[in-house]
């Protein structure tokens, strides 16, 4: 199986998408099929810039970022795009074709296009994001974009696979107030007021510079408020000029790097605490194991203590 495995990753390094295709269906599946892949890509290279598009639903998130590829193809930048919806039972074409819009590239091999529900992916949405992305990073994608509707914890913890982070909310009743609720504005670096078109735009832009301005400090980052019309392709430019100036000021202050070490060494520690996790469930099969089980399930040793009698045993610890 792993020779199998070892044959896509070659193909798909060579430019393969079908290869791209069918190992991430694969890694999306399965984390042990993941952990076989992703070893075989090596130590970590820089990959793909990651960007991340967050926001209430029906902003025009995926809008805006077909509009954003399309000015990223006028520079002859690959795009890998993953659309994750961890409302979504579905996975797959038919059912998220319709929510990315992004029909548009459909005939671009410089262009992927992946949608992730909640079915299917195993060990987590995160886990299984952040190893697509790696995957368009091998495949030389130079930019990875993760769409996300921006509600909960989970949302939270991929956008936080983002290099930049671009927030889109449009004029319509409480979108600040909801934004603000969400967390939305800690985490943006770019803001977007899309529907410009509509009425309360400009004051809304205003708002946001406002509460943005509350909390700017000295020599850091601050964050942009564009506004966009996303279904006309207007504003598109400027967001990718301040993508790509954000991207800049990162890298010269070496932020970038930080975060990126950081990143490495959180997901380092989950890998660590998931293949634990693996070992102890194995180890159960062995006799010495589960007679501790069954001691503590018939209530003779309490948990506690017989946790730390298999944790000896496990590790071999005196
Ligand atoms: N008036 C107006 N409508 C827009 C604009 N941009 C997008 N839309 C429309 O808004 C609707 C939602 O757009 P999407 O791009 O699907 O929004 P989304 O944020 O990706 O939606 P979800 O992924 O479902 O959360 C569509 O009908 C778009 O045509 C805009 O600038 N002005
Ligand atoms: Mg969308």
């Known amino acids: 199986m792993s020779e199998k495995h ?7 390094i060579g430019g393969d998408r079908t290869a ?15 952990s076989g892949i992703l070893k075989m890509l090596g130590p970590a290279s820089p990959g793909s810039y990651a960007l991340g598009i967050t926001g209430p639903p029906g902003g025009g998130k995926s809008t805006l970022l077909n509009r954003l590829t399309s000015a990223l193809r006028g520079k002859d930048k690959k795009v890998g795009i993953i659309a994750v919806d961890p409302t979504s039972p579905f996975t797959g074409g038919a059912v998220l074709g319709d929510r990315i819009r992004m029909l548009g590239h459909s005939g671009d091999s410089s262009v992927f296009i992946r949608s992730l529900g909640s079915r299917g992916t195993h060990g987590g949405l995160s886990r299984a994001t952040g190893d697509i992305m790696k995957l368009y990073g091998a495949f030389g994608m ?3 974009v993760i769409e996300t509707v921006g509600v909960g914890q989970t949302e939270l ?10 927030v889109v909310l449009v004029p319509e009743a409480g979108d600040g107030i909801q934004a603000m609720k969400a967390g939305l504005m800690e985490i943006g670096d770019i803001f977007v007021v899309n529907k410009a078109d509509r009425q309360g735009a400009q004051r809304l832009s205003v708002e946001l510079r406002h509460s943005l301005s509350l909390v700017k400090s000295p020599g850091s980052w601050e964050p942009p408020v564009l506004l966009t019309t996303a279904d006309r392709g207007e504003g598109t430019e400027e967001l990718l000029e301040a993508i790509e100036k954000h991207a800049d000021f990162q890298t010269n202050s070496g932020e ?11 997901e380092f520690l989950h890998i660590l605490m998931d293949t634990v996790t693996d ?4 180890s159960f ?10 001691r503590v399930k018939s209530g003779e040793l309490n948990p506690y203590e017989g946790a730390d009698v298999a944790i000896k045993k496990m590790f071999r610890k005196p």
């Open 20 to 34: 791209l295709a069918k190992l991430i269906t694969i890694v999306e599946g399965s984390r042990r099929d993941a």
């Open 256 to 266: 970038l790097k930080v975060k990126r070490n950081r990143r490495l060494e959180k």
């Open 157 to 166: 913890d991929i956008i936080e696979l983002a290099d930049t982070v671009c």
């Open 142 to 144: 130079d930019y990875a």
């Open 279 to 282: 070992e102890i469930e194995s």
């Open 285 to 294: 099969e062995e006799p010495e194991l589960s007679e501790i089980l069954i």
């Open 6 to 12: 070892s044959a896509l990753v070659e193909r798909m």
